[in-house]
């Protein structure tokens, strides 16, 4: 079941924050965020796994509320180059085959 | 380091055409994955390969076909175009498939059916 992003879009200011949302019915075993250029191909930003261990970039802040099957991405103090569409991709289970299943995308625009 | 390479960048076909998207990673990646992106509706799955012969259908397999010789190759045929199978294709490999392992994609083939 693909997970549901909220907002669908977002319009920031250089130096404002913004926080993402990714919510999914099934119990989960990870969660992937991924940021994606128009028109380009989309770039791995972190995984938080279930347990509390998370891989990514240093600069980037993101939650996982296994119990709630929700993930937040936190972007603060934003800049140009943080404009982008931004997936999460949740995965079910662990131990076998785990595909990712992306949402709709959350469309972020950081105006100057 | 090229990644994970894929071509043709775009191309228009005809109904009915049939053709074969390429896509080969140079990461020694046992995991690869192919994904078509529709405007607004994110990326979903159409096959995946967790090795060397060993393929499996995703979430939209449908008028596709895909193999698995190598470690680097995964190609993608499309049998048969249809208008539905307009869209952005995106390949992409893993070291792991478990879930706790990034993916890396390629630059996206463009394709349009008309």
């Known amino acids: 079941q693909q997970p549901v992003q909220s907002p669908q879009a977002v319009i920031l200011r250089e130096g404002e924050d913004a926080v993402i949302n990714c919510s999914s019915s099934k119990a989960l075993y990870s969660v992937h965020w991924y940021r994606q250029k128009h028109g380009e191909a989309p770039v791995f930003l972190m995984i938080?796994?279930?347990?509390?261990e998370q891989k990514g970039h240093e600069k980037i802040s993101a939650s996982f509320n296994e119990k709630k099957q929700q993930s937040s991405l936190y972007l603060t103090a934003s800049q140009l180059s943080y404009s982008g569409t931004y997936f999460c991709?949740?995965?079910?289970?662990?131990?076998?085959?785990?595909?990712?299943?992306f949402g709709k995308g959350t469309k972020l625009s950081v105006k100057p | 380091n090229a990644g994970v390479t894929q071509t043709p960048k775009f191309r228009i076909l005809k109904i009915g055409q049939s053709m074969t998207l390429q896509c080969t990673q140079d990461?020694?990646?046992?995991?690869m994955y192919w994904y078509r992106q529709d405007p607004g509706m994110g990326l979903k799955l159409i096959y995946y390969?967790?090795?060397?012969?060993?393929?499996d259908k995703g979430e939209v397999p449908n008028g596709y076909n895909v193999s698995r010789s190598t470690t680097e190759d995964f190609p993608l045929r499309l049998e048969l175009a249809a208008p539905s199978q307009t869209s952005v294709y995106f390949c992409?490999?893993?070291?792991?498939?478990?879930?706790?392992?990034?993916?890396?994609f390629g630059d996206g083939t463009r394709l349009s059916i008309l």
């Open positions: 991709g949740t995965v079910r289970g662990g131990g076998s085959q785990g595909n990712l299943i």
């Open positions: 390969s967790v090795g060397a012969g060993i393929t």
């Open positions: 938080l796994l279930k347990g509390g």
């Open positions: 992409a490999s893993s070291y792991g498939g478990y879930g706790n392992q990034p993916q890396h």
């Open positions: 990461m020694n990646h046992n995991y």
